[in-house]
């Protein structure tokens, strides 16, 4: 496992609500590969989704591999 250096747009609306909120996010993500560390990341922000409270939206930037 290595580790990789997520880059992303994160936005999340509130239910019944007409505006999205967003952020920049950086995290570092244990994985075999560039594609799972991906997978993983959006695993962890979907997991997050509640109905009727709120939804959470991914645009992935970029992944890079850490030197360590």
């Known amino acids: 496992m290595e580790l990789f250096l997520i880059r992303a747009k994160v936005s999340w609306r509130r239910y019944m609500r007409d505006h999205d909120d967003e952020m920049e ?3 570092l993500v244990r ?8 997978e993983k990341y959006k695993e ?3 997991a997050k989704d509640s ?4 939804s959470y939206y991914v ?9 360590g």
């Open 59 to 67: 645009d992935v930037i970029s992944v890079a591999g850490v030197i």
């Open 51 to 54: 109905p009727y409270d709120i």
């Open 31 to 38: 994985a075999a590969n560039e594609a799972e560390a991906e």
């Open 44 to 46: 962890f922000w979907y």
């Open 25 to 27: 996010d950086f995290r």
